[in-house]
């Protein structure tokens, strides 16, 4: 069984920065697809960024060049470096895993994050 942690969440002014985290129990983290989604309330989850198990990234068009997505396979880990947050940031963030051997997503139980202007 796989459970995702994140941490990291909180309030923070426009143009601050937030640094989420996300750590996954189980075997084979290395091998599996990671992504932070995210939903803010009255609308759906989004994307917001994804990592394969070979390190390509992709990124949803308003966080491009101010989130980056990273992963540390020794640690079972993965990250959302979020700077110049907006206030059309906030929203619940939550963090996936597609496992590659499962066949099937894994989520978090979210962490608020609140961007004041």
């Known amino acids: 069984q796989v459970q995702l942690v994140e941490s990291g969440g909180g309030l923070v002014q426009a143009g601050g920065s937030l640094r989420l985290s996300c750590a996954a129990s189980?075997?084979?983290?290395?091998?599996?697809?990671l992504g932070w989604y995210r939903q803010a309330p009255g609308k759906q989850r989004e994307l917001v960024a994804r990592?394969?198990?070979?390190?390509?990234?992709n990124y949803a068009d308003s966080v491009v060049g101010r989130f980056t997505i990273s992963r540390d396979n020794a640690k079972n880990t993965v990250y959302l470096q979020m700077n110049n947050l907006k206030p059309d940031d906030t929203a619940v963030y939550y963090c996936?895993?597609?496992?590659?051997?499962?066949?099937?997503?894994?989520w978090g139980q979210g962490t608020q994050v609140t961007v004041s202007s």
């Open positions: 990592i394969t198990n070979s390190g390509r990234t």
């Open positions: 996936n895993m597609y496992h590659r051997i499962f066949k099937r997503d894994y």
């Open positions: 189980g075997r084979l983290f290395s091998i599996n697809d």
